[in-house]
């Protein structure tokens, strides 16, 4: 979708495999452990880019506190310290209050509340979208956005063509929301935020 949009991608990640994948969708890649990787290394990649994406998450069996928290505020840091103007973060829905998400996600909602708050706190133009349930259902592009949502779904695709949108739009910068599937076009939703001009 950012190829699509017309932007020059570099994508990070992890395995080598994933590199023919990034290759066949038009974009670069940075092969790199996110856990690992040296804050120099991040800025060097960071600094040609006018906005990051990020989208990584801890999986199976990995401890959330190193790739949802640490990774993330390192990798934060290492923008601003690049001169990134835009910053645009997946987080997930309940991390903003991760006392009342399911008690088997506190663990990563823990950790991904330590890194939206760190970016908050940061001279970056962040915005922090927080999907509910993930699915892999066909995105329609209709979504609904809001602060305090109870739960719901998403697909995938829908959550990638928000981020995607918040990239152009002005007004997500410095705002954090709830995302689930909904009957509202993006663009409109996003124009329905708090502060959206």
């Known amino acids: 979708m950012l190829v699509a949009a017309g932007h020059d991608v570099l994508g990070v990640v992890r395995r080598a495999e994933q590199v023919e994948a990034l290759t066949r969708a038009g974009a670069g890649s940075l092969l790199a452990d996110l856990t690992q990787v040296a804050p120099s290394e991040l800025r060097a990649a960071f600094a040609e880019a ?5 989208a990584a998450g801890a999986g ?46 506190r663990p990563v909602l823990s ?8 970016v908050a706190g940061s ?25 305090s949502l109870s739960g719901g779904l998403v697909p995938r695709g829908d959550v990638a063509a928000v981020v995607v949108a918040c ?23 996003l124009a329905s935020l708090p502060g959206a001009e």
């Open 50 to 54: 006018d906005a990051v994406a990020w």
């Open 123 to 147: 001279a970056l133009g962040w915005t922090v979208v927080r999907p509910g349930g993930l699915t892999n259902d066909r995105p329609t592009g209709r979504v609904t956005v809001g602060t």
């Open 60 to 105: 199976y069996g990995v401890d959330p506190a190193l790739v949802d928290g640490e990774a993330c505020i390192h990798a934060q840091q290492a923008a601003d310290e690049a001169g990134v103007a835009r910053w645009v973060q997946i987080s997930s829905m309940f991390a903003d209050r991760p006392e009342d998400g399911p008690p088997f996600l």
């Open 167 to 189: 990239l152009d739009v002005a007004s997500t910068a410095r705002q954090a929301f709830d995302l689930v599937a909904g009957e509202v076009p993006v663009a409109d939703a």
């Open 111 to 118: 950790a991904k509340h330590r890194s939206d708050s760190a």
